[in-house]
Nanobody, 116 residues
Framework: QVQLVESGGGTVQAGGSLRLSCTAS????????TAWFRQAPGKEREFVAR???????VYADSVKGRFTISREIPKFTVFLQMNDLQIDDTAVYYC??????????WGQGTRVTVSS
């Protein structure tokens, strides 16, 4: 069984930066399809960024040019570098991996708060 743990959240002023990390324990993951999602207060969870086993990177339009997803191997760690943070980026950020047909393994989330 795999456990994902996110870290790096916090409070930052608008225009600032944060780097989120996602690590795994339980078993060796290799390079699975991995994504970041976020859920803002009162809103549904939404896709943020994804890195595929082939290292293709996909971003939501709202974060393109500001966020960068990357991965370290062999120990599984996936990062989300977030620059020029805006108030609308305030949310709980979740890391997820796709071990089956969907993103089926999730972390507990890390909170990001952007203040004006």
């Amino acid at each position: 069984q795999v456990q994902l743990v996110e870290s790096g959240g916090g409070t930052v002023q608008a225009g600032g930066s944060l780097r989120l990390s996602c690590t795994a324990s339980g078993r060796t993951l290799g390079t699975p399809d991995t994504a970041w999602f976020r859920q803002a207060p009162g809103k549904e969870r939404e896709f943020v960024a994804r890195i595929t086993p082939g290292r293709e990177k996909v971003y939501a339009d709202s974060v393109k040019g500001r966020f960068t997803i990357s991965r370290e191997i062999p120990k599984f760690t996936v990062f989300l570098q977030m620059n020029d943070l805006q108030i609308d980026d305030t949310a709980v950020y979740y890391c997820a991996v796709r071990l089956g047909g969907t993103f089926d393994t999730w972390g507990q989330g890390t909170r990001v708060t952007v203040s004006s």
